[in-house]
């Protein structure tokens, strides 16, 4: 165990002597540059912070308007892909078929097939006849 810790350690000398020749060369190879000094701590600047702009308060009136829109917009957009064909589909009576499902839902024919199949693995759904989906 003692051979190989020397070894180890003698190892460890030549590689550092190996790393401080390779700075002399890579200086001498470049042109104009000087072997690699101790790193300096340099002295940090502090950044001047920027200055607060002024703006204008929205009317309040106007600013709960616009609110209620975009919570109306996003509460329509919630929902996967999957609960907004289930939702069409299950509020139907006889059924829906494929041109209701892409209308209401507005997905395109690859997103509608795929949700279709999954609800009908999962069970939720189940084709009445070719191309009319009821709610099981």
Do not use: C, F, H, W
């Not at 003698?10 to 790193?39: D, F, H, Q, Y």
């Not at 509020?91 to 395109?108: D, F, Q, Y």
């Amino acid at each position: 165990m003692k051979k190989i810790k020397t070894q180890l350690d003698s190892i460890a000398k030549n590689l550092s002597n190996l790393a401080k020749k390779i700075k002399k060369v890579s200086g001498e190879v470049r042109p104009g540059t000087k072997p690699a000094k101790k790193a300096v701590a340099k002295k940090t600047v502090a950044k001047k912070k920027p200055v607060a702009r002024k703006t204008t308060k929205a009317k309040p009136k106007a600013k709960a308007k616009a609110k209620a829109k975009t919570t109306a917009a996003a509460a329509a957009r919630k929902g996967t892909v999957l609960d907004k064909v289930y939702d069409v589909i299950s509020k139907s009576r006889s059924g829906a078929n494929i041109a209701t499902l892409k209308g209401k839902t507005k997905l395109e024919a690859r997103q509608l097939s795929n949700a279709l199949y999954k609800l009908s693995k999962q069970g939720k759904i189940k084709s009445k006849s070719r191309g009319i989906y009821v709610k099981s």
